[in-house]
């Protein structure tokens, strides 16, 4: 997938709005595995966020690595960003969903156990 594809697929997913806060209007792409680190543009290593590098939610992630991290806007480089839940604003609400490469997502089911995957 290019960078074109992989913007447009994120955009839609977001509705425009950013996938961290719910509230600003998206205008910057964040990596949640660096690409110094591997990341690549596979949709489920995107999000869609406010602010830039140091400005609003983008700035915040890049300011705050542990929380990032916890919240899975920021995957390590050792992790498959497919296999980390990330806590973003959908349209009911802040929930940990599993973002897939083809621009869906889905709720974590923390009953099942993360859906039997390790996340730590």
Request: aromatic share 8%; glycine share 12%; with cysteine.
């Amino acid at each position: 997938m290019n960078i074109t594809q992989a913007r447009r697929i994120v955009a839609a997913r977001s509705d425009g709005m950013c996938e961290v806060c719910g509230r600003g209007k998206a205008t910057n792409i964040q990596h949640r595995k660096n690409r110094s680190q591997g990341g690549t543009w596979r949709v489920s290593n995107l999000l869609h966020v406010c602010g830039s590098g140091t400005t609003g939610c983008h700035g915040y992630i890049h300011a705050h690595p542990l929380k990032s991290y916890a919240n899975g806007w920021s995957v390590r480089q050792a992790r498959d960003p497919a296999d980390m839940p990330a806590l973003l604003w959908k349209h009911f609400g802040r929930h940990y969903v599993w973002l897939r490469d083809d621009g869906s997502w889905e709720p974590v089911d923390f009953t099942a156990g993360v859906n039997g995957k390790d996340i730590a």
